[in-house]
């Protein structure tokens, strides 16, 4: 299905170092890819002893270059960026000291907004004099992986690691195909789609039902939430208004793949969703990207989405609070 | 408005004595009615020391008979129900001991399903032989009371009390307008409705949203709800999913009352729903009656109310996780 592709060779920079962000930049750097990690917590524990990569795959450990500023992580070719999305205001700094106008800038955050974000922080911070020049340095991936950060350095990845990888503005390139060679060079199964909503929403799918309901019915994960018959209910028909969101943003979606999806769900046993966990641990939610946008772009087309404006309004409400608390 | 009614005067016995039944039988007895309490919880100081009602309107203690036992407590001919709705299932117990085929029930209970259960019950225990005449000795009754219990024997009441009453088969008779007079006599504002379902469903108009999201949007009182842009949106289209089930159902509601109710629940302030109330306190919720019963009566006339279903998934989830807790 992929055909040869040279493999992308610049010089790589991670900024969002976490449980994903760690994952991948590990990944390519292990394959002998030249990655810089710039890292906020845990500093001088990862530059002394690296990363740590507990993996179902094969456990392995790299010494990269870290650094504690951007500024002296320098310019990159390729931006990876990991950051949770409610982080995002924090791009224009992030970015400014490590992008030309002709760095790639890959994102694999959750949702919907992000590349927009991204767009906006290029100009914000000078990279470029307008958006339609950033968005055409933006690439959008998806990306299936369950990863947990258990150490500052340290991840255990439990299973999946597989990317989709879409240009944010018009269609694959060479260096799309290239960054995707990459990655399959590193051993992460990568593959190269026509469009950037087709796979943000595809995810969605999951994501809508699984992170809201997993904050919002109170601690609830994957099995707690189909071993429950209204929960089970309210998560097929989420993912129904989903389609229809999807729809009327272009992207068709496969009207076999909400079943196909429960049905791995179920098989995951009992599987905390990231918003879950970042919930439990007293972490602010991606409610924005995964349940916020989602619903105002639906609203913006007309398409009713009753279930996940409910989902969104009580998991936002509970985020701030949270908040608010400093729980 | 109220024609001249001749005072019900016969033996009443309150079942279900807590922030309502007590208030209510309280009234009741001060008045001169003849008022026999069943006291669950904290017999002893009752009957040592009576029930002490501070009241807005005004404070008063009253000493009224209480029984530990129905057995004791004996026949009645006006039985008032307070129970909360998920402990139905003690009804025939509640009821055997103190009904004849003569004897009225009046449910002050919340939501849907309680007439019918109280039917169940008076079949099951033997009071009668059928349904159908059980439900014939049934009245309903909406109360819109805000009172709490502060103490075993003491009640705290904060405001309002007025209180409509149907009958639950038929149209009014002498005895609801009786009953209805009682209360009159008693300072209990009280009218006569012609239609129960009509009572039922203007009263859920107001709990569904806001005692279901009080609990699902993360101990949301009326004040949180109504100053979040996108919980005030999720209560007022709950409203109109609430009128939508109620036409199903045979009732109009005013279509003006949602924001009426709105309105008047906004000088409220930071008001907290029963069900709020109940669930801070580590009690079971009144899920059923106030949510699960209204949504299948919805589904099983064909209407979408999706909002009222997704509080009612998540509520009863966290009912049910609350009481496995243990806590």
């Given at each position: ?111 919907l ?84 909503s087709?796979?943000?929403w595809?995810?969605l799918l999951?994501?809508i ?29 989420i993912m129904e208004e989903v389609r229809a969101a999807a729809r009327a943003d272009?992207v068709?979606i ?39 946008e989602p619903v105002r772009r639906a609203r913006q087309a007309g398409i009713a989405v009753?279930?996940m404006e ?18």
């Amino acid at each position: 299905m992929h055909g040869p592709s040279e493999v992308f060779r610049g010089r790589i920079g991670v900024v969002g170092a976490g449980a994903l962000g760690i994952f991948y930049g590990a990944k390519l750097s292990s394959a002998g890819f030249d990655v810089h990690f710039y890292v906020r917590t845990g500093y001088e524990v990862v530059r002394n002893e690296g990363y740590k990569i507990n993996s179902c795959d094969r456990d392995f450990v790299i010494k990269p270059p870290v650094y504690h500023s951007v500024e002296e992580m320098g310019l990159c070719d390729l931006v990876l960026v990991g950051l949770k999305s409610f982080a995002n205001d924090t791009l224009p700094y992030l970015l400014g000291p490590i992008c030309t106008s002709r760095t790639v800038v890959l994102t694999l955050q959750n949702g919907l907004g992000n590349e927009e974000a991204i767009a906006r922080a290029m100009v914000q911070c000078g990279v470029q004099s307008n958006e339609a020049d950033a968005s055409r340095q933006i690439i959008g991936g998806t990306a299936f992986l369950c990863s947990n950060r258990v150490a500052p350095n340290e991840i255990c990845h439990t299973a999946h690691g597989f990317v989709r990888l879409a240009e944010f503005r018009g269609t694959p390139q060479a260096r799309t195909h290239a960054i995707a060679a990459s990655f399959r060079a590193a051993g992460i199964d990568c593959e190269v789609r026509e469009s950037l909503s087709a796979i943000r929403w595809e995810k969605l799918l999951w994501n809508i039902p699984f992170n809201g309901l997993g904050v919002a019915a109170h601690h609830a994960d994957t099995a707690a939430i189909l071993s429950d018959d209204e929960l089970y209910r309210a998560a097929t028909e989420i993912m129904e208004e989903v389609r229809a969101a999807a729809r009327a943003d272009g992207v068709e979606i496969d009207p076999a793949l909400p079943a196909d999806l429960i049905k791995k769900t179920l098989v995951m046993g009992a599987y905390k969703s990231s918003m879950q966990i970042d919930y439990e641990q007293g972490r602010p939610l991606e409610v924005e990207a995964i349940l916020g946008e989602p619903v105002r772009r639906a609203r913006q087309a007309g398409i009713a989405v009753p279930k996940m404006e409910m989902l969104y309004a009580i998991v936002r409400r509970m985020d701030r609070q949270r908040q608010q608390e400093g729980v």
